[in-house]
């Protein structure tokens, strides 16, 4: 399979986000998995706004629609987790940390999901769901992760766009 590299990519554009971005003496990471991009230029734009870092999650097999909303929606409702490249960011060093997804079926998509696992204790965390509807059915099932990691859900937010 063909690597079909960041969200942006995948539109047919490139974008000056496809890479980490690292601010100096920074406290607050958000991290965000995009699909078709839409959740990408909230997070982006979060990022500027909030002088965050942001690092995208990537899935290590990159995938089509197909395989998305069929596999994907299944693996998604089943709470799931598909193997994601490693981060090249050191989560250890942010005391907050704010995640960003689409919905898939109500939930979060297997790649945030392996993200969730990734997550360290002690860390302040805010969760923002992205969905056409603004609504999803996940947020017990993020907040039981999370506190299984040792950290807090501060925050969760269902965004519609």
Known sequence: MQDLGSCAERRGGSSPFDRTIRRKNMSHLIIY???????????????????????????????????????GIIASIRGKAWKIKPPDVEITRYDKITMLAPVWADNPPPAFNAMLELLPSGKSVIVKMVSVSGKSKCKDRIESIVKSKGSNLDQFEDIKV
């Open 33 to 71: 998995y995009s699909f078709s991009g839409k959740t990408e230029k909230i997070a982006v734009e979060m990022a500027k706004n909030e002088s965050a870092d942001v690092f995208e999650i990537k899935d290590i097999k990159p995938f089509g629609k197909f395989k998305a909303y069929t596999a």
